[in-house]
């Protein structure tokens, strides 16, 4: 199986930083990777897909990039609704699986 | 609107049986692949199970296999998971999510709202 691993797996920042979080595969899987957004008590939302692709509806300022092994999601102006987990997702093969996700709050 | 509505979860003993439902509304079921994914309390997100579009295709995680069956009845819109042997660490919510291709590979575009097992006795 893949292993999905994040970092950090918490942060804190203020309103209108830069925040990036990053994802690694335990083995290349091209761009077969994809970012959800989590808030207590609700479902996953996803927001990239294929790295670097943005889902329809989500703000321009969450972005992804990277292929291979190691992929981040940028958000380049930290609102307060933005406080939540982030998870990575790798699509590449069965079974799919989940990074243990990175916990943002806001300062 | 694209809805998925998880149903079916509930308290139950370990080596007992539960069937969760998911019904599907608000675009073409049976043109896209479904997926189980579950969420331990305070744990992270763990795939589950995978179906494909006419249901005959389908995977599982090695957490699952050989006690959950996943399937479908597309003329009802629904997704099932019929869940056998329970442990306490099945013991999560249970998600239903549509499946998507994307440009490089597949996500999950819809989910449910969820639904919670609890294997305790």
């Known amino acids: 199986d893949i292993q999905m691993t994040h970092s950090p797996s918490s942060l804190s920042a203020s309103v209108g930083d830069r925040v990036t979080i990053t994802c690694r595969a335990s083995?290349?899987?091209?761009?077969?990777l994809n970012w959800y957004q989590q808030k207590p008590g609700k479902a996953p939302n996803l927001l990239i897909h294929a790295a670097s692709s943005l889902q329809s509806g989500v703000p321009s300022r969450f972005s992804g990039s990277g292929s291979g092994t190691e992929f981040t999601l940028t958000i380049s102006s930290l609102q307060p609704e933005d406080s939540a987990t982030y998870y990575c997702?790798?699509?590449?093969?069965?079974?799919?699986?989940f990074g243990p996700g990175t916990k943002l709050g806001i300062k | 609107e694209v809805q998925l509505l998880e149903s079916g979860g509930g308290l139950v003993q370990p080596g007992g049986s539960l069937r969760l439902s998911c019904a599907a509304s608000g675009f073409t079921f049976s043109t896209y692949a479904m997926s189980w994914v579950r969420q331990a309390p305070g744990k992270g997100l763990e795939w589950v199970s995978v179906?494909?579009?006419?249901?005959?295709?389908?995977n599982y995680a090695d957490s699952v296999r050989g006690r959950f069956t996943i399937s479908r009845d597309n003329s009802k819109n629904t997704l099932y998971l019929q869940m056998n042997s329970l442990r306490a660490e099945d013991t999560a919510v249970y998600y239903c999510?549509?499946?998507?291709?994307?440009?490089?590979?597949?996500?999950?575009?819809?989910w449910g709202q969820g639904t919670m097992v609890t294997v305790s006795s």
């Open positions: 083995q290349s899987i091209s761009t077969y």
């Open positions: 179906i494909s579009d006419s249901g005959d295709n389908t």
């Open positions: 997702q790798q699509s590449y093969n069965i079974p799919y699986t």
């Open positions: 999510a549509k499946r998507f291709i994307v440009l490089t590979g597949t996500a999950f575009d819809i």
